[in-house]
Structure formats: C-alpha cells, structure tokens
C-alpha cells in the first residue's frame, strides 16, 4: 500500500531526497521505442530545460539528474530558508513563470487593491505559493505534467504517460547522498549505453566535466544554474547550501564506482581510495557495500523512508 507524500518527506531529517518517475508500462517513450520503431531521444532535453526552469522558480537544488530511455532519476535538495527570505513579490513572480495565477493577484500587480480584505486573501494566495515552492510533489508535478501534456500532443493521444506518481527515497547522511549520486550519474555506464563518464548523455555528471573542462576558472564552481554547487572543504556554515564535497574528488569517486560496479568494463580500481571516502569515514569495502545497495533500493524503488540510508547512517557511526 502506498503511503501519504507527507510521510515519508521529513525534512526535520533531510532536506535531500532521490526521486524517480517511470514511463507508462516502462516504455521507452524517451529513447527507441522497441514497439512502435519510433525514436523520442529528443524529448530527452525537454526534461533537462523543464528541470533547468524549476531549478530556477523553486526553492528546491538539482544535486543530481540522470534521463534515460523509460525513467529519469533526480536528486533534490529543499532550501527552506531560502524560500521564506522572499518577500510577496518575488514569490509572485517566480509562480507566474509557471502558472496564470490568481486574478486577485493580478489586480494586485496592477495596483488596483484598495481594501485590508483584499490584501488579506493576497496573503493567503502568496503563503501558499510558498509552500508550493518548497515543496518537492509540486516540483515532481510541475516536472511530470508538463513532459506528459507535451508528449501526449506531440502523439496526439491522451492517457497517462508516466507509470503512477513518483517514487522517492530519503538520503538521510552524507554517505547516502554521495552513493546515491554516484548511482544515479553512472545510469548510463551501468545499462551499457556508455563506457565513459564524458559519454553519459543527459546526465548532471556530464555537464559537470564538461562545464570544468571549459573553464580555467575555480572548478569547484556550479557548472550551471540548475545544479547545486560543490564545495572545497568538507564545512558546515558555507552559504549557499552546498555539497559535501569537492568536485574534482566527486568526479574521482563516481569514476571509480564505476570501475568497481562495472566490473566488465576496461581499466582498473586505483590503488588508494578517493579523498571523499576517508573525509566520510568510509574505506573501500564499505564504499562498495553503499554503491551496490543504493543500486539495489534503486531498482526496487519503494515510497517510504530509505532504509538504505539509515544502514548507512549506521556503518558510517561504526566506522567513526
């Protein structure tokens, strides 16, 4: 039996959470569709553009994203506070890049409200913009409804498009977002679709490299506006929210994740472990038990609280 959103997103616990929406009957309604011989590869960036945008109006970090043929995977990260620092007019106008809106708060915008009453109900509308804003169902439905009306005119069909609501999973340490991360940018390596990290179409790993190799700026730096920033040094009080994380040593990890996950593939397990894994308190075989579990929750994929996570949680205090 599936369980309400508002139990199993907490974010007194977490505000990072691993969400995942599959194509109607897992077709491949993004990729090459084995049935109708027809190819949707280019609503592949529909879904990158549509999380650029939300990754912009929301209050929600885009840490992750991989997009495949019959599913896409996102890691979000909810910054509350950041949602309660904007003021009535900036929560209007990052709502109106979404929706109509209300017509009282066009009035408003107008200049045309006069009474407390009126201003009152204005309020209202606003808070619950806020709560909308911050909220990842809203994200996962301003995302998913969007992607399916265009798909669905494009086919002229109507019907569902995506398999149900969402799955989502709660990353509850620091070794559970960084496995799950790893997990999600290696997507395409782990279906045999590439054999390198540059190669991983529509993937959050990829722009990253290549955002880095095209710049001889600080490399720790956002490669876009829609990703959330990594961080040199592993601190707790840097503004904006950052990853645990630097993202040359995110990138070392995720290759060498790989290497082990994909045993098949060319290459060789370096001989000392990333930098990240001793700053989590992690050495190899725990890396490599937190990799190919995430793997295994992944698949499964239930709507609940990670247990993933607090095994994680556990290994990571033993460790320490």
């Known amino acids: 039996?599936?369980?309400p959103r508002s139990q199993i997103v907490s974010?007194?616990?977490?505000?990072?959470?691993?969400?995942?929406?599959?194509?109607?009957?897992?077709?491949?309604?993004?990729?090459?569709?084995?049935?109708?011989?027809?190819?949707?590869?280019h609503r592949k960036p529909w879904l990158v553009d549509r999380l650029t945008l939300l990754g912009e109006v929301f209050a929600i970090d885009i840490a992750a994203y991989a997009v495949m043929s019959n599913h896409y995977h996102v890691i979000l990260h909810v910054d509350q506070a950041r949602g309660?620092?904007?003021?009535?007019d900036e929560v209007i106008h990052r709502w109106l890049r979404l929706y109509r809106g209300d017509p009282l708060v066009h009035c408003y915008l107008r200049g045309e409200l006069q009474s407390d009453s009126e201003f009152r109900q204005l309020d209202l509308i606003v808070e619950t913009w806020r709560d909308r804003l911050t909220s990842i169902s809203w994200f996962m439905r301003c995302l998913n409804e969007y992607i399916a009306r265009r798909a669905n005119k494009e086919d002229d069909c109507t019907g569902r498009f995506w398999e149900g609501r969402f799955k989502s999973q709660a990353l509850l340490d620091e070794a559970a977002l960084l496995s799950c991360m790893a997990y999600v940018d290696l997507n395409p390596?782990?279906?045999?679709?590439?054999?390198?990290?540059?190669?991983?179409?529509?993937t959050s790993i990829q722009a990253r490299i290549r955002a880095a190799v095209s710049e001889d700026s600080d490399?720790?730096?956002?490669?876009?506006p829609r990703l959330m920033p990594f961080q040199?040094?592993?601190?707790?009080?840097?503004?904006?929210?950052?990853?645990?994380?630097?993202?040359r040593d995110y990138i070392e990890l995720v290759d060498w994740t790989g290497r082990i996950v994909r045993a098949d593939k060319t290459g060789f397990i370096p001989p000392e472990a990333p930098s990240a894994l001793s700053d989590l308190k992690l050495n190899k075989a725990q890396w490599r038990l937190?990799?190919?579990e995430i793997q295994k929750e992944a698949?499964?994929?239930?709507?609940?609280?990670?247990?993933?996570?607090?095994?994680?949680?556990?290994?990571?205090?033993k460790a320490a």
């Not at 904006?240 to 993202?247: A, D, F, N, Q, Y």
Request: hydrophobic share 35%; net charge neutral; with cysteine.
């Open 219 to 224: 490399a720790t730096e956002c490669p876009s």
């Open 290 to 292: 937190l990799a190919l």
């Open 299 to 317: 698949i499964i994929m239930f709507s609940g609280l990670d247990k993933l996570a607090t095994r994680g949680r556990n290994q990571t205090s």
């Open 11 to 41: 974010l007194a616990d977490t505000p990072y959470y691993h969400c995942v929406s599959r194509c109607v009957r897992r077709a491949f309604l993004c990729g090459e569709d084995r049935y109708s011989g027809k190819n949707f590869d």
């Open 84 to 88: 309660r620092s904007w003021d009535r």
């Open 1 to 3: 039996m599936t369980r």
């Open 232 to 247: 040199t040094e592993l601190k707790r009080d840097l503004e904006p929210p950052v990853l645990p994380i630097g993202l």
């Open 189 to 202: 390596v782990r279906a045999g679709i590439c054999e390198s990290l540059d190669e991983s179409e529509f």
